[in-house]
Structure formats: C-alpha cells, structure tokens
C-alpha cells in the first residue's frame, strides 16, 4: 500500500472546500478512479498478450496488473518519459 500526501496553500484549500463537501473524500475518489482506469487498460493489454502467447490468463486482476509489468508489457509512466527523452537527438 502507498500513501501520499496532498498540501494546497490556502486559497487552494479554500476553493477546494467550495468545489467540494470532503476534499480528502473528493481526493480519494479522483485518485481511485484514475487507478481503477488504468487497472482496466493494464489487464486489457496483458489478456491479449496471454492469449497471443497462448498462456493461461492469472485469475485476479491483482495477478495480471503484476504479470503485465513482471513481464515488460506495460512501463510506469516515468520509464515512458525517460525512453522517450533518451530518443529525444541532441542538437
């Protein structure tokens, strides 16, 4: 389990109080539901490589989120970034 921390200044504090009746709960549920996302784009990728590999398909999305890295078919976003700036020519 991760845990991060938020700090806002003041005004944005208080315009978040305004958007929102519980910003840790608005917070909670902006960063779960962008999870949950890319749960479902991870799996999606990693079912069609089982399947091309003709390997059987882990039985929880837990298992497949780790087979998909553990196995090289999904990055972080920070290795994409890196990948790319290191293909990136120098002037």
Known sequence: MANYTITYTETEDKAMQYAAASVDDWIQNAAHERARIAIDEI?????????????????????????????????????RNEEALANVPTP
């Open 43 to 79: 799996v999606k990728i990693a079912v069609e490589k089982f399947l091309e590999a003709g390997q059987s398909i882990p039985g929880s999305r837990e298992e497949i989120v780790a087979a998909a890295f553990a196995n090289g078919w999904v990055k972080t976003a920070q290795q």
